[in-house]
């Protein structure tokens, strides 16, 4: 298994089993926003308004994501990737989850 070579002797059974759904938990919730929702909000800070998104489906037109595989990748790449991501959703006036989106 991959995160046995990449860190030797810290990934028991548990720790696999966790980290594998929490990787399951994020595509699921990448396709559909209503994918245990609470996995997020549950005890969360409730500045963080989770409730704006709430109703969303994976069909919604405002839930644009993107997915960005690491695997393979080296960190500097990864970044490198990430920081394009930004920049590009910062300039784009119409992405949904960036500041003026909602009126409250």
């Known amino acids: 298994m991959r995160l046995e070579r990449r860190d030797p002797g810290k990934w028991d059974r548990e720790r696999r089993r966790q980290f594998i759904g929490w990787a399951a938990w994020h595509r699921n919730h990448l396709a559909d926003p209503s994918f245990v929702p609470n996995a997020l909000s549950d005890g969360a800070w409730p500045c963080m308004r ?33 920081a394009t991501w930004i920049e590009r959703v910062r300039a784009d006036p119409d992405w949904p989850l960036v500041r003026g989106w909602t009126a409250d």
């Not at 989770?50 to 644009?64: A, E, F, I, L």
């Open 50 to 82: 989770w409730d704006r998104w709430s109703s969303w489906t994976g069909d919604d037109p405002r839930w644009r994501t993107d997915n960005m595989d690491t695997t393979d990748r080296s960190v500097v790449d990864c970044v490198g990737e990430l």
